[in-house]
């Protein structure tokens, strides 16, 4: 028991060092799922053993502790498979188009070696050695696209001091133009979009990266609106684009049941498994098209139940396919 409290003690030390904005006594409950108390007893210990802890400055009228010491770094062991995690990432990064962050990632990667003690590095590296011979990324098939070098950078700086930005955006609708908006986010998926709003219009708008050169910042500033929630704002589409929400529900026979029990197509999904051995799926969500091209990968085995115009569009848009591969074949 001794040292299950060691190690928890431990973890609570690197979490309370690695937490810029530090912790309240609410997240050290949280994290080490105990009470108030106990969690106010492995606060003071790491204060004994790894601190002094020092109150980090907030606007929510609690009390933020945050760890700076050098003990944990004779203590902290970082393995082969962990950096060679990073390296991996950053190499799909890389071919996904994101050079910036794969450069970030492997940087990363680099401060970890530089700090590790130097048997421990030695091991890692042996571990990432034999690990680089036996995994890799598999080749998949989607977007690449090529950002700007230091766009993203940018791009998060703006948003997280409210500035507001200049660019020209290349759309195949209007052409090339310039655009001035008020950066609220980033949207990861297949592709990279801004989420940003355009002086005088209430709605954020959805601004593909690839398609954004010469982005600069501007020496104007904006407030936020309170309201704005990114993740719902996220989740009122399926993928990127952004359309009314309406409710989605699809039938998998049994032969991909149990992949489809597994998969998540949006957040709100619900599950609900049946006596046949299909598996319906409700989710709300806006978005029909790419709904559309996602639910073409299951071919046979998935059903759209509702609503009825979504089967329809599914159901044009494969017969516009064969249709199409049907004359190309002649």
């Not at 590095?121 to 036996?134: F, G, P, S």
Request: hydrophobic share 40%; proline share 4%.
């Amino acid at each position: 028991m001794r040292y299950e409290r060691a190690g928890n003690l431990l973890e609570l030390a690197m979490a309370l060092q690695g937490a810029r904005g530090g912790l309240t006594l609410q997240d050290i409950q949280r994290i080490m799922g105990v009470s108030r108390r106990t969690a106010e007893r492995a606060r003071d210990a790491v204060d004994r053993v790894f601190g002094p802890l020092e109150l980090v400055p907030s606007t929510d009228r609690k009390q933020h502790w945050r760890l700076r010491s050098n003990v944990l770094r004779s203590l902290v062991n970082v393995s082969g498979a962990e950096i060679n995690e990073l390296e991996q990432a950053a190499d799909g990064m890389e071919r996904a188009g994101h050079a910036d962050s794969a450069e970030n990632l492997r940087t990363l990667a680099k401060k970890l070696k530089a700090v590790l003690h130097r048997d421990t590095l030695t091991r890692a590296e042996a571990e990432l050695e034999a690990l680089v011979q036996i995994e890799g990324l598999a080749a998949r098939s989607g977007p690449r696209q090529r950002l700007d070098t230091g766009l993203l950078e940018l791009l998060r700086e703006a948003i997280g001091n409210r500035r507001v930005i200049e660019f020209t955006y290349h759309s195949p609708q209007s052409g090339e133009r310039r655009r001035r908006v008020l950066p609220l986010g980033l949207i990861n998926g297949n592709r990279t979009f801004l989420v940003a709003r355009t002086p005088g219009e209430r709605e954020p708008a959805l601004w593909r990266l690839s398609r954004i050169d010469d982005a600069k910042t501007s020496g104007m500033t904006f407030e936020r609106d309170p309201d704005f929630d990114l993740n719902e704002f996220a989740r009122r589409s399926f993928g990127t684009y952004q359309e009314a929400p309406f409710e989605v529900k699809l039938k998998f026979g049994p032969e991909a049941a149990e992949d489809a029990q597994s998969f998540e197509f949006h957040p709100s999904q619900q599950v609900e498994l049946h006596a046949d051995g299909s598996t319906s799926v409700k989710f709300t969500a806006g978005g029909a098209l790419e709904i559309c091209w996602h639910l073409d990968t299951w071919g046979e085995s998935a059903t759209v139940e509702k609503p009825a115009d979504l089967r329809m569009k599914l159901a044009e848009m494969c017969a516009a396919l064969a249709q199409h591969h049907g004359l190309k074949a002649e």
